[in-house]
């Protein structure tokens, strides 16, 4: 969809490609894999400089839960801004806030310590497993259709001896975490949200890992920087009844302002403290809290129950939209997410990447191929009805 007279799209045409030529200059990585350049966001939409309009599934990687430029978040951050910004010189009220929120959110948290990102949280989590455990190696858990970049360990808290595996690969997590003093320190979990259609995530794997973690003397860290409450108020550990050592937290609480908190127990979150002196809260943004705040406060709001049924309902329709394309793929998800599975075969990439050029051309922005879509507080049945009618004629297209 376009906005603009043609006019005007000449001019933004211009601009547009005078971006572009700049960015091969300046930015030479950005310039090889960005054709658009975005002029503006607001609730489930983007623009683009040159006015085409998106039904957003990418939405920062999930990471905007209510909406882009939803005016409640950015209310909250003004008026925040405008009273208090980073000053390092100590507590914050928005900051004792938050915490006080978190904990009621996930009462199974004893302890709550709000970080200026999320990585940071999770570097202070392998620290309190090391400190704890006295051991140094890490076994990643990673679910594969979630972005990859944000599955990967962060460089600087990646060691050689540490391990990266896939849910799907349950006889490498029994063995490492069955190896009695020789287990690693910790094991981070990335919730694997994405299986087969209107199933609910598995609960045995999550609940064999936490049993034999415990065995091992093992701490376990569910890694919700990117998931956090977008599913259920109560965060991964209440979808799949498992209560974790330590929870990360990230932008998606913020509505993708960033931010981030590490809860769980306090002795854990207290060794720390008596490891490292000084005030680690210092860098935390108060307007970035009271985006977090003001989050938290529509999601408990409004619930989680909207976007569910939206995810639900575009589900179902993507899979009778496949089913009557004859299509080579399946559709799964869980709640407001979804990911689409292209089959094995020698065409499957060409296939998937026909189906995302098609979608963009209906005015439906998707993640890359076979990683997670998501749907907003923002969204209509109108949206998912545009979306469902641009796969239909997309699968139609891409179809043996």
């Known amino acids: 969809m376009n906005d603009h007279s043609s006019g005007d799209r ?23 894999i960005q054709t658009e350049v975005i002029g503006r966001s607001q609730g489930s939409y983007i623009w683009t400089l040159d006015g085409h309009r998106y039904v957003d599934h990418v939405l920062s990687g999930g990471t905007i839960l209510i909406g882009h430029a939803d005016p409640r978040v950015n209310r909250a951050v003004s008026e925040t801004s405008a009273k208090v910004d980073p000053t390092g ?32 949280a999770l570097s202070r989590a392998l620290r309190i497993a090391k400190i704890v455990t006295g051991r140094q190696e890490v076994l990643w858990i990673r679910c594969r259709h979630e972005r990859r970049a944000a599955n990967e360990p962060p460089g600087e808290d990646k060691s050689p001896a540490d391990q990266v595996t896939d849910w799907d690969n349950d006889d490498i997590i ?14 981070v979990v990335k919730p694997c ?38 599913r259920h108020l109560g965060g991964y550990q209440s979808i799949v009844e498992v209560t974790p050592d330590l929870a990360v937290l990230g932008e998606a609480m913020g509505n993708g302002y960033g931010g981030g908190a590490l809860v769980g127990r306090a002795d854990m979150i207290e060794a720390l403290s008596r ?126």
Request: glycine letters at 6%; hydrophobic letters at 40%.
């Open 10 to 32: 000449r001019a933004d045409d211009s601009r547009t490609e005078d971006l572009l030529r700049r960015a091969s200059v300046v930015l030479p990585r950005r310039r090889r």
């Open 89 to 120: 010189a100590g507590l914050v009220e928005e900051e004792v806030l938050l915490a006080e929120c978190i904990s009621r959110l996930l009462p199974w948290a004893e302890a709550i310590d709000v970080t200026p990102t999320a990585d940071e």
């Open 174 to 187: 029994r063995h490492r975490l069955t190896q009695g003093d020789a287990a690693p320190g910790a094991v």
């Open 193 to 230: 949200l994405h299986v087969s259609i209107e199933a609910s995530p598995d609960q045995d794997l999550p609940r064999l890992v936490r049993h034999l973690s415990i065995a091992a003397g093992t701490i376990l860290i569910f890694d919700e920087s990117l998931t956090g409450f977008g």
């Open 275 to 400: 490891e490292v002196s000084g005030d680690q809260s210092l860098g935390s943004r108060p307007y970035v809290l009271a985006a977090s705040l003001e989050t938290l406060r529509i999601l408990q709001e409004q619930g989680s129950e909207h976007t569910n049924r939206l995810g639900s309902a575009l589900r179902y329709e993507m899979a009778e939209a496949i089913k009557e394309a004859g299509a080579p793929v399946s559709v799964a998800g869980f709640g407001s997410s979804w990911s689409l599975d292209w089959k094995a075969d020698p065409a499957g990439h060409m296939t998937s990447g026909l189906f995302h050029q098609r979608m963009r051309s209906a005015g439906i922005l998707l993640s890359p191929s076979d990683t997670a879509n998501y749907l907003c507080v923002a969204m209509s049945d109108s949206d998912v009805e545009e979306t469902v009618a641009a796969a239909r004629a997309a699968l139609r297209q891409v179809a043996p």
